[in-house]
């Protein structure tokens, strides 16, 4: 019998503002993966895409309709679905979802131009990241498993100020001031996806400092979706329990104001879901080992892989904390994902094959 090898890519699609992470989140994934991505190579140097061996990252910035001045002129955002072109980006990851290489344009950041398009394989796993990835239902319908970083205003308004005052030399009232301006088109067409997410990570002002308002230490909640194939919860303790969790003590070194562990059972728009929270920072990530030796469907491959993850990046933002242990977690569970829906693939062949 010929049994004929079709790549199958499987799409994942990454939703949040901008300056939310995802860039960290994506290098998280793909160092899971085996692999840093990189940009293409010899292609135009203000290519948004990432490729590992892998993973193909597009930016969904890349289908704007409307340029820099295009936007400018209609008087509308780059968040606003207008400024969006969804036909397109429809066919494009339909295309590279079955197999077929596309020509994607290029957003270019700097100049605020549409570039000439470049050339993109399908990899094995296909990620989609920017404000929009499951914003039309086509789009949606062909990702495998979907992700939304919702970042409180406060703790957004706390990163901005880090970047755009301390690196890009913007002032607090300018930084405050395009918060406010993209909210109302935030909130109409990037916050309502999460809906639709799979998982989603939310970061939160911590609750371990009374009325904190500094945004450093961080409250963060891995919302995790019941019912969705190939993805089990990971939990504390014991599956869909309640259990409120302090590890600091004898053999997890904390200073103030600690950490807190959580987790529940819970609701989520209407679906059934799994909550595990973090609250607070570590002091030694070497000692992640306990919290994760108490964690269960971590879908490691060995034990302390989701601490050696967090050791080999322990200059990336948010290491010290549950941004960077939960996006940690969701590459694995990605993974995993993957691994599951390929071996399931080849399951079905080799049974065509018999019969
Ligand atoms: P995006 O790709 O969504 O624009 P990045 O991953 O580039 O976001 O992050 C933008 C900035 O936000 C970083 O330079 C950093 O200052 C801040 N940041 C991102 N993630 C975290 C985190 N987990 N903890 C603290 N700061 C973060």
Redesign the pocket.
């Given at each position: 019998t010929l049994i004929t090898c079709s790549q199958q890519t499987i799409v994942i699609g990454l939703a949040?503002?901008?300056?939310?992470?995802?860039?960290?989140?994506m290098r998280r994934l793909t160092s899971v993966f085996g692999g840093a991505a990189v940009p293409p190579r010899g292609g135009n140097p203000d290519s948004n895409t990432l490729i590992s061996d892998t993973t193909t990252v597009i930016c969904l910035d890349d289908y704007h309709s409307l340029d820099r001045t295009g936007r400018k002129e209609k008087g509308v955002t780059a968040l606003d679905p207008r400024a969006n072109d969804f036909d397109l980006m429809y066919e494009q990851v339909k295309a590279l979802k079955s197999g077929v290489a596309v020509q994607k344009p290029i957003y270019n950041h700097v100049t605020g131009l549409l570039d000439a398009p470049e050339l993109i394989q399908p990899p094995k796993i296909l990620v989609i990241e920017g404000l929009h990835p499951m914003f039309d239902e086509r789009v949606r319908d062909l990702l495998d498993f979907s992700i939304y970083l919702d970042i409180s205003n406060e703790v957004k308004f706390a990163?901005k100020i880090?970047?755009d005052m301390a690196e890009r030399g913007h002032s607090l009232e300018s930084i405050k001031a395009s918060i406010e301006a993209r909210k109302p088109d935030f909130d109409a067409f990037i916050d309502p996806q999460k809906q639709y997410a799979d998982a989603v990570i939310e970061?939160l002002p911590t609750q371990l400092i009374p009325d904190d308002n500094e945004g450093k230490v961080?409250r963060v909640r891995l919302i995790m979706k019941e019912g969705v194939k190939y993805f089990s919860p990971v939990y504390l303790f014991d599956e869909g329990s309640t259990i409120s969790w302090i590890p600091c003590g004898r053999k997890l070194t904390c200073s103030y104001p600690g950490i807190k562990f959580n987790y529940e059972p819970d609701s989520y728009f209407d679906h059934e879901v799994s909550v595990l929270e973090m609250d607070g920072q570590f002091d030694r990530l070497d000692e992640l080992i306990y919290v994760e030796s108490h964690l269960s469907n971590l879908s490691t491959k060995f034990y302390g892989e989701v601490t050696q993850q967090m050791l080999k990046h322990a200059d990336f933002?948010?290491s010290n904390?549950g941004?960077?242990l939960f996006q940690t977690i969701v590459g694995l569970k990605i993974r995993d994902l993957y691994e599951q829906l390929i071996a399931n693939k080849a399951n079905a062949r080799a049974e065509a094959a018999k019969a």
């Open positions: 949040a503002d901008s300056g939310c992470g995802k860039s960290t989140f990163w880090q970047r970061v961080l933002p948010g904390n941004t960077g």
